[in-house]
């Protein structure tokens, strides 16, 4: 099984070296150096007990399907593989970056294994930066630096690019992606338009009829116990699961799908990649930062669509565990919240107000972003790949 690996990563280690002549010769169009990105996988049993593990599993997902399953396979095995596949499509947002970090990071320390299925092909498939493979190709490597900048726990981790690991083992691969096709009809298959960013009203291209197919028989060919992705995935990892229904598989691949963040403005069901004012992005200066958040829909006493208090509970209180909020005497004066409820408590009774939430958020995510910032400011070979990356237009 070949893989490569991004080589540092961990909060309060040593500065990141980079990728250096790795990311010069892949610019420059040559392959990438499997040897030197693999450094430092090496995957570490968990210390928690079963509960624990299992416990801190499921506090991943807003859905699990099903937790029974969890138990029974953490029983059987110290290492699940654990997935998710992600198309290199542009800038990455704060949930794509800090959010799915700290979803690793407990998968990590709960003893699994996560494979990040770098999906170039996929990107190509759904017309992402025009189709052209060599921008996707360095998206994806620009995606990879962040997660090393950002804290991501990286022994366990593997990245592996989907067109070069297809065509290590193109027969076993094709030939699932045929038996799921000629196991469902097309309205089955166009049900899951919804995993590509598309609705099922839209039109339909032949290609994208291929691409659930596709992600369904990745699960398979990647060993994945765990499915781990978001709730827009959760039609094709249904698929996975019917299919093995169909062939007689017992040990069906459990579903864990992590929260959807909302969009920063009123109304936005997820952030935008071609809206810069719908998400925070890894590396927005803090004057971005702030701006975004002073002008991100807040209402006083609403919590419910509510993208503040969603960035506050899924992002801060993922990271740091605690949120301090500094106020005038008069308002109150400061308080340190150790729990994301106590801080909705007295945000819904209007304890709280969004003019000083809003400033303690800003500060919070610039604190947890400015590593990946530093990164691509001291890196040279980072930073023209960000350089580069910028230049790109996001299309949909």
Not at 186 to 215: D, H, N, S
Request: neutral net charge; hydrophobic residues 40%; contains cysteine.
């Amino acid at each position: 099984f070949f893989f490569f690996q991004a080589e540092d990563g961990i909060r309060d280690a040593q500065e990141s070296r980079g990728l250096g002549d790795v990311y010069k010769r892949q610019v420059e169009g040559s392959k990438l150096d499997y040897n030197e990105l693999n450094a430092i996988y090496n995957p570490l049993p968990s210390r928690l007990s079963l509960e624990d593990r299992h416990k801190l599993i499921l506090s991943v997902g807003e859905e699990c399907i099903n937790a029974d399953e969890l138990l029974q396979l953490l029983r059987r095995k110290v290492h699940p593989i654990c997935y998710d596949g992600f198309e290199p499509s542009g800038r990455m947002h704060i949930a794509q970056g800090v959010f799915k970090a700290i979803n690793v990071n407990k998968l990590v320390d709960a003893g699994c294994v996560f494979v990040f299925w770098v999906a170039d092909w996929f990107a190509l498939l759904n017309n992402k930066m025009g189709g052209d493979l060599e921008k996707i190709r360095l998206v994806g490597k620009y995606f990879i630096e962040i997660w090393k900048a950002v804290g991501m726990k990286m022994t366990n981790v593997k990245f592996l690019w989907t067109s070069d690991e297809i065509n290590r083992r193109p027969s076993e691969y094709w030939l699932r992606v045929m038996d799921i096709a000629r196991r469902n009809n097309i309205p089955r298959i166009k049900r899951c338009a919804t995993i590509m960013g598309r609705k099922e009203e839209e039109e339909f291209q032949v290609a994208q009829a291929l691409y659930p197919c596709m992600q369904c028989s990745d699960i398979f060919f990647l060993k994945a116990d765990i499915c781990q992705l978001g709730m827009d995935q959760r039609k094709v990892n249904m698929l996975a699961r019917e299919y093995c229904d169909d062939i007689g598989v017992k040990e069906k691949p459990i579903i864990l799908s992590h929260h959807m963040l909302l969009g920063l403005k009123e109304g936005q069901e997820k952030a935008s990649k071609s809206d810069p004012d719908s998400a925070i992005f890894m590396e927005d200066d803090e004057k971005a930062v702030k701006d975004k958040v002073k002008k991100a829909f807040c209402p006083p006493g609403v919590v419910e669509k509510n993208p503040v208090l969603q960035y506050t509970k899924f992002i801060i209180f993922g990271y740091f565990k605690e949120l301090t909020i500094k106020r005038k005497p008069e308002n109150g004066g400061d308080v340190t919240y150790s729990t994301y409820e106590d801080l909705e408590k007295d945000f819904a009774s209007e304890k709280l107000h969004p003019g000083d939430l809003k400033p303690a958020v800003s500060d919070a995510i610039n604190r947890i972003i400015q590593p990946v910032r530093d990164h691509f400011n001291r890196d040279p070979e980072a930073k023209k790949l960000l350089e580069v990356v910028r230049q790109f237009r996001v299309t949909k």
